[in-house]
């Protein structure tokens, strides 16, 4: 039976509703000029080579603008009605050229203010990659990738109007609007006083509008956020998605989430759009005031005002409403760029939650010792995935964690690798506190291998090579070769140079497993985590492996998580975990006469290979 239309509504929300992050909620913060200073302070480093030229092509623009009517209305008065030609050509040349300097000058300010403006966008994304790049992985695990995407590209893209013409011409404007009710009130105080008596009202409309605005346009950032998310996940999940016939659900979900975003800047845009009719209200009142009374003031026999000075007021007239035209549209950029300010900042505000002390130190020789007293760990603060856990990894053991799935495995590599801090207790490495290490100095001496395995963009040597940039290609090559992947590689068209799209897609499972491994191997740990990382490989590709690592595993501290138990017989140590607690830890041969937790594992796998 088919739904209703409002069953349809229903589902589409339902749907949606998952896209609701907590850190994407509206920012509702007051605008304030503290946080416009610290944008601006992007602005430092080029200050005296572009801002000093930039304001001075500003100033001969605006001061071109000011004179043009001031001579309209001398040509009238001295020149056109006494009929001295001489004085109208001398008057019509000076204007001509002030208007080519203006012409030039506004050249010369685009140009170094898009210069200017690009600089800072440049350093502003520098600033936000490099220190997301530094971040914890809580601060990702309650994120997705597209929300921030969204804060490094869109965010940082919609200051860019802001920064190539928003602020030199929110100066050049406000500078534009004092000289010209300076002259207003120098060629006729009375009048200029009448007609800019609707300017303190349409301020006290526009002040309404302000924070309507802005958090309309942080409405757009979010629903774009949620838009970018999705594109993200459908890309990242397209086979899942086809594998299961989801096309159609898949296309009226993103039609759902691109309506919200359409609908968001729609109503964002619409709000803007009440700003310029405002304006142009007052302009037309002004200007209404203007002709009457400047008629009556020409024809009353009192008044000194001239026919030259009353063109040039209405010159004026019209240019004072222009510039507040514009200061309105650079309000709007200004509360766009407000908006996505916020959200750069609160990103370059989040601090790490594994930080490092300033006294952290650097481990000279490095014998791979792990430790673990009285650690506990959770992960949402309510539930824990570890209690009280001792441990002691040996300096150079090869040590096996097993376990169902939540049982605590992937936690404890995740704590060596420091990835997380403990809620309770400590790690150590040799003795000395994880907490207590220079984190980049740490993770030198760790290398992990997961079982999904990630590919950047580049070459297999690039690939293989990202875990130690400095190897020579010699090295990549040995590396390859001792872990079974240099067969595979040279069968390719280009061998090691042969071009890889992200995660690899033309390689198999297991070739992007064996160059996983490969990249782990060359930058030589002491260190070497593997987490499931032989899940995904064929039994034969796995004894390849075996070998290779039996040789390079020597005088290294291995951990390795598997659920292949088969492929761990030979390790030093096994540790049984479950739901965060140890149950029993030795050898293959000593738990399995215990007839405990692992002889049960082992018993249940075995019975499950019997099956097939």
């Known amino acids: 039976m088919s739904q209703t239309h409002t069953e349809v509504q229903r589902t589409q929300e339902q749907k949606r509703s998952r896209f609701h992050y907590t850190v994407e ?75 080519l300097a203006s012409w030039l000058a506004n050249i010369l300010r685009i140009r170094w203010m898009n210069e200017l403006g690009q600089h800072m966008i440049y350093d502003i994304r520098r600033a936000l990659f490099n220190h997301i790049q530094r971040l914890s992985h809580r601060f990702f695990d309650q994120r997705s990738a597209g929300s921030i995407l969204v804060r490094v590209i869109n965010d940082v893209n919609s200051m860019q109007d802001l920064f190539t013409n928003g602020v030199v011409n929110l100066i050049m404007d406000i500078a534009m609007l004092l000289g010209i009710v300076i002259i207003l009130f120098t060629l006729s105080p009375e009048l200029a006083i009448l007609v800019l008596i609707v300017v303190p009202i349409m301020f006290f409309i526009s002040t309404k509008l302000r924070k309507n605005i802005r958090r309309s346009w942080q409405k757009v950032r979010i629903r774009q956020s949620k838009l970018n998310s999705h594109l993200n996940e459908s890309i990242q999940g397209i086979r899942v998605t086809q594998a299961y016939a989801q096309e159609h659900e898949n296309m009226e979900f993103f039609d759902g989430v691109n309506t919200d975003n359409y609908e968001s800047w729609r109503d964002a845009t619409k709000k803007n759009a009440i700003f310029r009719p405002i304006v142009e209200m007052s302009g037309a009142i002004g200007t209404v005031v203007l002709i009457w009374y400047g008629a009556y003031l020409l024809q009353s026999d009192t008044s000194t005002l001239t026919l030259g000075v009353f063109v040039s007021f209405a010159f004026y007239l019209g240019m004072f409403w222009e510039p507040i035209s514009r200061l309105g549209q650079v309000y709007n950029q200004l509360l766009v760029g407000m908006a996505s300010s916020e959200r750069i900042f609160e990103f370059l505000d989040e601090k790490p939650s594994v930080p490092e002390k300033e006294e952290a130190k650097v481990l000279a020789d490095v014998k791979g010792e792990v430790t673990f007293e009285g650690v506990e760990f959770s992960y949402d603060e309510k539930r824990k995935a570890l209690h009280c856990i001792d441990l002691t990894f040996e300096a150079g053991e090869t040590i096996a964690l097993v376990g169902h799935t939540g049982s605590g495995k992937s936690t404890i590599v995740n704590l060596i690798s420091r990835f997380y801090d403990p809620t309770n207790g400590k790690v150590l490495l040799d003795g000395v506190d994880l907490r207590d290490l220079k984190l980049d100095d740490l993770r030198k001496h760790v290398s992990y291998v997961l079982q999904d395995t990630f590919i950047f963009a580049g070459t297999i040597m690039d690939n293989i090579r990202f875990g130690r940039p400095d190897a020579t290609d010699e090295e990549v090559k040995n590396a390859a070769r001792a872990i079974g992947a240099h067969e595979f590689i040279m069968k390719l068209e280009d061998g090691y140079n042969t071009e890889v799209e992200e995660k690899g897609s033309v390689l198999s499972v297991g070739e992007r497993q064996l160059l996983s491994f490969a990249r782990a191997l060359l930058a030589d740990p002491r260190i070497l985590i593997l987490d499931e990382a032989t899940a995904s490989i064929d039994t034969e590709t796995e004894l390849k492996i075996q070998e290779g690592l039996k040789k390079l595993l020597a005088g290294r501290t291995a951990i390795m998580i598997a659920h292949r138990l088969s492929t761990i017989r030979d390790a030093d140590k096994i540790v049984v975990l479950e739901h965060g607690h140890i149950l029993e830890e030795g050898t293959h041969e000593q738990l399995m006469s215990n007839h405990g937790a692992y002889y049960q594992l082992v018993k249940s796998q075995y019975a499950a290979m019997m099956k097939k």
């Open 25 to 99: 909620q509206i920012i509702d913060k007051p605008f304030n000029w503290k946080q416009m200073i610290r944008l601006l302070s992007y602005m430092k480093p080029y200050a005296k080579s572009y801002l000093p030229k930039t304001i001075l092509a500003m100033l001969v623009v605006s001061a071109v603008r000011l004179a043009a009517p001031i001579f309209i209305g001398w040509s009238i008065d001295y020149a056109i009605a006494p009929g001295n030609m001489s004085l109208m050509t001398t008057i019509a040349l000076t204007v001509l050229f002030m208007y």
